[in-house]
């Protein structure tokens, strides 16, 4: 047994140095490859993304399991212990640095090089006159990221670590124990169990070392506001995304698959590539996205970009000519979002769209969930729910209302109805309580 077993381990004075990468690669057959310190294939983890890829997994999925296992494996690296010797003191003190642990800073892609990885940085400082990270904004009421690891990162973390040894477990590939066990309140119930009605259903797969992550309403961006943004915008084809985002519902990196053909004006209708199931789905749009579209293909011709059937309908503005990618979009979206001092994000347009469909009394739920493509009905039903905007001014009128019963006088009593008349009847007849 290694010292760090039987010792309690240091971890104010550990660090973590940023070695090894996941690394993308033209393999369609292996679209992420985990590079360990030297430069080798991590091979446990490369037969998990072969795993996840014959489950139907997308490659962006494969993706952010990968990031979630560098994260564990350069703990792994830097306390000196296998993957398959890892224990539960290992798993726990890892989940006590993720909370405790600043996150490194991302390196610009103009500073990228073919130098050696740096060790792990600290976030610097903010600037003078910049918000302090973690602080709500202003204008949207959502936090800036912070300076530590967020609950939900720390726990979808936490969940791919203990499936990636539960598939070796299962293989007979890895340790004999998850060094990520189970909650100990879950640890004993047996499958398809009777349950308390009156008792709270829990996750039975839940990690003990996860941490409870707060469940919060999706945000919508109010109309006037998508109005500021949307004026902000430099370009022909930035206000047709927009448009598209918010009559259509579509995920930010679905609405970058369509090609040229997809787009049909004439049916009002644009196709993409579901990011679940991958299937094919022509989706409605507003009319008004079909205009700035058409004002961007002219555009877009004229200036040389591609143009044929096949090709990608999003492209950059400057050659060379690179099919749009997510984080260009983004990047445009931010620009637009700094110039009101909003931080929202592009699937919160997608919220939008779906706030906007679910309270139009003429939309049924069950269209609004075949729009967003979910699964579950329940899934479109927060929808209904009234948003953080709503339910502010609503409160503030309450508030307003109250104010304004403390300061007018009470409204002076009906005057008595002459001789020979019955009060009661003369209630009735003008409708008075």
């Known amino acids: 047994m290694t010292e760090s077993h039987t010792t309690a381990r240091d971890l104010a004075a550990l660090v973590i140095p940023q070695q ?51 994260r564990w494996f350069r703990f792994l690296w830097a306390i000196d212990i296998p993957w398959d010797r890892a224990t539960r003191t290992d798993a726990r003190d ?18 990228k090089g073919n130098s050696e990885p740096a060790d792990d940085v600290p976030l610097p400082a903010p600037r003078s006159g910049r918000a302090e990270p973690g602080s709500p904004n202003s204008v949207t009421g959502k936090r800036r990221p912070g300076r530590k690891y967020a609950a939900s990162t720390r726990a979808h973390c936490e969940t791919v670590v203990r499936i990636f040894y539960d598939f070796h477990l299962e293989s007979g590939s890895g340790p004999i124990m998850n060094p990520f066990p189970l909650h100990r309140s879950r640890k004993s119930v047996r499958a398809h169990a009777h349950r308390n009605p009156m008792q709270e259903q829990g996750n039975e797969r839940q990690g003990r070392y996860r941490p409870k992550v707060p469940k919060q309403l999706p945000r919508r961006i109010p109309d006037e506001k998508f109005n500021e943004i949307f004026a902000g915008l430099k370009s022909n084809r930035d206000r047709a995304l927009l448009a598209f985002w918010v009559s259509t519902g579509a995920r930010s990196e679905e ?17 993409v590539i579901r990011k679940g199931s991958r299937e094919y789905q022509q989706l409605p749009a507003s009319a008004d996205a079909f205009v700035w579209l058409r004002l961007y293909q002219e555009e ?53 769209a779906a ?67 019955n009060p009661a009847s003369l209630d009735i007849l003008f409708g008075r309580p």
């Open 20 to 70: 090894g990468h996941l690394q993308e690669t033209d393999d369609p057959w292996e679209p992420y490859q985990l590079v360990d310190p030297t430069g080798q294939v991590v091979e446990p983890v490369a037969a998990y993304f072969r795993e996840l890829q014959g489950a139907s997994s997308p490659a962006t999925t494969i993706r952010s399991y990968g990031n979630d296992l560098l």
């Open 355 to 421: 706030y906007r469909m679910a309270q139009d009394p003429a939309i049924s739920l069950t269209d609004v969930q075949w729009v967003l493509g979910h699964a579950k009905l329940t899934t479109t039903q927060i929808y209904l729910s009234p948003s953080r905007d709503e339910v502010i001014e609503n409160v503030i009128a309450h508030h307003a209302r109250q104010a304004r019963k403390l300061t007018e006088p009470a409204p002076a009593p009906p005057p008595p109805p002459g001789p020979g008349y």
């Open 255 to 271: 609405l970058l698959t369509s090609l040229h053909r997809d787009a049909d004006p004439g049916q009002q209708l644009i196709g």
């Open 300 to 352: 877009s011709r004229r200036a040389g970009a591609p143009h044929g059937r096949r090709d990608s309908l999003w492209w950059t503005l400057r050659r060379p000519w690179r099919p749009l990618n997510y984080s260009a979009a983004r990047a445009m979206f931010n620009r637009a979002n700094e110039l009101i001092g909003a931080n929202w994000t592009l699937h919160d347009l997608r919220h939008t």
């Open 94 to 111: 890892f989940a006590r640095w993720l909370q405790t642990a600043d996150k490194p800073a991302r390196v610009h892609w103009r500073s």
